[in-house]
């Protein structure tokens, strides 16, 4: 079974500029997340999708921030202007879960590899 | 909120001798707990997790945690720890039932001497 994919895996830029990120969930999995690791710290979620509508995205910084998950399958993450305290991983996880299961199987959170992302 | 705690940022062990890791956590009810590795330039890799029932709980990779109440902790132990073992790991939490978002604590970087 293929996992969770990301890309880029690397990417450079300068504050102001743009940048966009893509995840491939594994096949099936209902449940979306994006989370920010900053160096030394734990992840701290972004944004969650339950097919393609959000659950939750109190913790994302919208003024410049956005994020969607068109067709339920893949999902962008766009920062846009970046800004220095926005270098991060950026790590993507999905889960089968599909509305109010309580099977507690499908919580289950897969990791994808993470986009590393340093504005300078 | 729920919170985690993980009070040692890094800890140096031999290879062959056994290791605990700590986590702490804050929350009223059970929560649900997680344990994570990562290895350099790779993404969470889930060790074991804790739902209800047995408070010992066996995980992947000969890893083994354990659910305490009255201490609000759930502590990673290894009996004897490898090389492949170098990598950081963290502790999260869920709030559960129907609450699956993960908090992380800040984690612990193990190092592995030969």
């Known amino acids: 079974e293929a996992g969770v994919a990301q890309s880029p895996r690397y990417k450079i830029i300068e504050k102001r500029q743009s940048v966009a990120f893509w995840c491939n969930p594994i096949?099936?999995?209902?449940?979306l997340y994006w989370y920010q690791q900053i160096l030394g710290q734990g992840p701290k979620l972004l944004i969650q999708?339950?097919?393609?509508?959000?659950?939750?995205d109190s913790q994302l910084p919208k003024d410049r921030f956005s994020a969607e998950r068109l067709k339920g399958v893949d999902s962008t993450l766009k920062i846009q202007p970046a800004k220095l305290e926005d270098s991060a991983v950026y790590l993507c996880?999905?889960?089968?879960?599909?509305?109010?299961?309580?099977?507690?199987?499908?919580?289950?959170?897969?990791f994808g590899p993470g986009t590393r992302l340093l504005v300078l | 909120a729920q919170s985690v705690t993980q009070p040692d940022i890094h800890i140096t062990v031999s290879e062959g001798a056994s290791l605990e890791l700590r986590c702490n956590y804050s929350?009223?009810?059970?929560?649900?707990l997680f344990w994570y590795v990562q290895s350099p330039g790779q993404g969470l890799q889930l060790l074991l997790k804790y739902f209800s029932g047995d408070t010992l709980v066996q995980g992947i990779k000969g890893f083994e945690a354990e659910f305490k109440r009255s201490q609000s902790s759930f502590n990673l132990r290894k009996p004897s720890v490898h090389w492949s073992d170098a990598a950081e790991y963290f502790c999260a939490v869920a709030r559960g039932p129907n609450d699956y978002k993960l908090s992380f604590g800040a984690g612990t970087t193990v190092t592995v001497r030969a």
């Open positions: 096949s099936g999995h209902a449940t």
């Open positions: 929350y009223g009810a059970t929560p649900y």
């Open positions: 999708f339950q097919n393609n509508g959000v659950v939750d």
């Open positions: 996880a999905s889960s089968l879960r599909r509305g109010t299961s309580v099977n507690l199987y499908q919580e289950t959170q897969y």
